[in-house]
């Protein structure tokens, strides 16, 4: 099914743990996103990626890691999860900016 | 910095009322103007794209206007219907920076 998809939905960890979200796109877009949605602080963005191999922080990007060897997936990983990264993680994705943002239904992330 | 501002918070209508949303954003330096629309649990999907050339756009209920000289776009939606129940977003791209600025949304809720 052509889309964005992310997994797992769900996850619950305890801090100091590794985990890694997934998200894969079939559009071949150049353009990754993810964001974290907080009550209080809407959607921030995590990291982007311009292209397979480029990535770039966006406004909270501490605690976090990605990587894109390949262009259609964009997986974040948090190193050592902590309290404070429970959060709602949506990954999206856009061929340029002069089009629409696609975004995948987000994982719920609960870190205790 | 670009901030983005959408009053109300939240909004409750009754069924066929006709209602504007308002996004106002501080530097009217963009190239263009995305409404969202995000159901609870889910992701966000794209209503319309306003390029920074352009005055409004139309999509079945709905129309987006904007102006940039004064930072506003408003979110027109006719004939309201209980499925139009859900949160909007407004997201401006202001190029040079590869990433959206997303205000904080209006909760819509209508009533039938």
């Known amino acids: 099914d052509a889309g964005i998809t992310q997994s797992p939905r769900y996850k619950i960890t305890e801090t100091g743990r590794q985990v890694t979200l997934m998200c894969h796109q079939t559009?071949?877009?150049?353009?990754m996103f993810w964001y974290r949605q907080d009550l209080g602080h809407g959607l921030r963005l995590i990291y982007y990626?311009?292209?397979?191999?480029?990535?770039d922080k966006g406004e909270v990007p501490d605690g976090y890691v990605v990587s894109r060897s390949k262009t259609e997936n964009f997986p974040l990983t948090l190193e050592s999860a902590t309290r404070s990264q429970t959060s709602v993680y949506f990954c999206?994705?856009?061929?340029?900016?002069?089009?629409?943002?696609?975004f995948g239904d987000g994982t719920r992330l609960s870190i205790l | 910095k670009q901030e983005v501002t959408q009053i109300p918070a939240a909004l409750s209508v009754p069924e066929g009322e006709n209602l504007v949303l308002n996004c106002s954003f501080t530097?009217?330096?963009?190239?263009?103007l995305q409404w969202f629309r995000q159901d609870p649990g889910k992701g966000l999907t794209s209503l319309l794209l306003?390029?920074?050339?352009?005055r409004e756009q139309t999509s079945g209920r709905l129309n987006a206007s904007l102006d940039k000289s004064s930072g506003r776009s408003t979110l027109y939606i006719a004939a309201s219907q209980p499925g139009d129940s859900a949160t909007y977003l407004c997201?401006?791209?202001?190029?040079?920076?590869?990433?959206?600025?997303f205000g904080k949304g209006t909760k819509l809720t209508v009533n039938p």
């Open positions: 999206a994705s856009t061929g340029g900016f002069n089009q629409p943002q696609h």
């Open positions: 559009w071949s877009h150049s353009y």
């Open positions: 990626s311009a292209a397979a191999d480029i990535t």
């Open positions: 530097d009217s330096a963009i190239y263009n």
């Open positions: 306003i390029q920074s050339s352009q």
């Open positions: 997201a401006v791209y202001q190029g040079g920076s590869e990433k959206l600025v």
